[in-house]
């Protein structure tokens, strides 16, 4: 497993991000992509169709994005099995393994924001009024709650598993740094 200080060891072409709900996947995964010059999808977009209802076309579409050359893109959704079919691809995979204060604090703004806001989300979706996290077992905020430690106990297994280099930032600075020195070196 790598430090944030570690130089990757070759160029990267197909990249998973990992980590909490909250912890900043699809914001690392965006300047990534815009870094590396690679196409970047949001797992969410394909997994969450109308009334937050799982697409049928979810796992053809990330076989899709998983059949392609280069690419970066969360690494979620393994109990419906859009996990499996990004991690056999992958090559490197960059864990965001931040506290839980932080990734808690993070997730909890951007959901109030996108409350307040009405934020259109994919396929029509908006997030559900914040006093429902105390009537729905699966809002955000308690789905982080229960998952938080998920990856600690995931990621030896899966990077194993799927033969990857891992890249584990474990703080916003981890990850300021990690930008700026060994990802910024990397030829697209």
Not at 15 to 21: H, K, P, Q
Not at 148 to 160: E, G, I, L, N, S
Request: glycine share 8%; aromatic share 10%; with cysteine.
């Amino acid at each position: 497993m790598l430090s944030a200080h570690d130089p990757l060891p070759r160029a990267p072409r197909r990249v998973v991000i990992a980590g909490t709900t909250g912890a900043g996947k699809s914001t690392l995964a965006r300047r990534l992509a815009a870094l590396w010059s690679m196409p970047y999808t949001e797992l969410d977009s394909l997994y969450h169709g109308p009334n937050w209802t799982p697409r049928p076309e979810f796992l053809d579409d990330v076989r899709c994005i998983a059949s392609g050359e280069r690419w970066v893109s969360e690494w979620g959704y393994f109990s419906s099995g859009g996990g499996q079919i990004l991690g056999a691809r992958a090559d490197l995979a960059i864990w965001l393994d931040l506290p839980r204060s932080v990734a808690r604090t993070q997730l909890f703004r951007r959901t109030v924001r996108r409350g307040l806001t009405r934020e259109l989300l994919w396929n029509g979706n908006v997030e559900p009024p914040l006093w429902t996290v105390f009537r729905d077992r699966d809002h955000i905020l308690r789905w982080e709650m229960r998952t938080h430690d998920t990856w600690k106990q995931r990621m030896p297994r899966v990077a194993a598993e799927y033969g990857l280099t891992v890249v584990r930032l474990s703080s916003r600075r981890d990850i300021a740094g990690w930008l700026a020195g060994p990802a910024s070196v990397v030829v697209a």
